[in-house]
């Protein structure tokens, strides 16, 4: 099984700055990777997928990048409502989720 | 634009049999370009990936779960449907049904997701 992790758990950040997430894969997943975010008491929601293509809707503040096993997700400035939970996930082998970095004030 | 809805019992006992609905509106379940999944997340932890099942019926499962999961897909009421045999404390989860492009397991429409306690 393919393993997802995520760095870091937690990202303290100011609304206006840039945030970077990381996602790392135990092995290539090519360019079969997805993010989410999800807020609180909410579902989560597709940001992006195929690495760098943006779901309908998402603003292009959301960017995505990288391939093979690492990746990482960018917002290039921050608004209230990007405060969320982030996860990564992989889809060349089955569906698997990384543990989410937390995005926080 | 579709949208999934969760439905089901919000208790179940421990040893018992978790059943779950989802409710497809604004598309059919029978188009051939997606498939139909179920997720859940553990209180304060991360996604976990149950299986999904195609207009056909084929079905596909999370190999942890394999022996106690079945998902069935029901195209008449544009519903599909889980089922979790034997549930335990650890089974208690939010339960999301959501959409997949088929050949593609990112998952574009979810449900609001249901909360399911496991509880004598």
């Known amino acids: 099984e393919i393993v997802m992790t995520q760095s870091p758990a937690t990202l303290s950040v100011s609304p206006g700055d840039r945030a970077t997430l990381s996602c790392r894969a135990s092995?290539?997943?090519?360019?079969?990777l997805a993010w989410y975010q999800q807020r609180p008491g909410q579902a989560p929601r597709l940001l992006i997928y195929?690495?760098?293509t943006r779901a309908t809707g998402i603003p292009d503040r959301f960017s995505g990048s990288g391939s093979g096993t690492e990746f990482t997700l960018t917002i290039s400035s921050l608004q209230s409502e990007d405060f969320a939970v982030y996860y990564c996930q992989q889809y060349k082998n089955w569906l698997v989720f990384g543990q989410g970095t937390k995005l926080e004030i | 634009q579709v949208q999934l809805q969760e439905s089901g019992p919000g208790l179940v006992k421990p040893s018992q049999t978790l059943s779950l609905t989802c409710t497809v509106s604004g598309g059919s379940i029978t188009t051939a370009n997606y498939y139909w999944g179920w997720i859940r997340q553990p209180a304060g932890e991360a996604l976990e990936w149950i299986g999904r099942?195609?207009?056909?019926?084929?079905?596909k499962y999370n190999p942890s779960l394999k022996s106690r999961v079945s998902i069935s897909i029901d195209t008449s009421k544009n519903q599909f449907s889980l089922s979790l045999t034997s549930v335990t404390a650890a089974d208690a989860a939010v339960y999301y049904c959501a959409r997949a492009p088929k050949f593609n397991l990112y998952l574009d429409s979810w449900g609001q997701g249901i909360l399911v306690t496991v509880s004598s």
């Open positions: 092995q290539s997943v090519n360019s079969y």
């Open positions: 195929d690495v760098s």
């Open positions: 099942v195609y207009t056909s019926g084929t079905t």
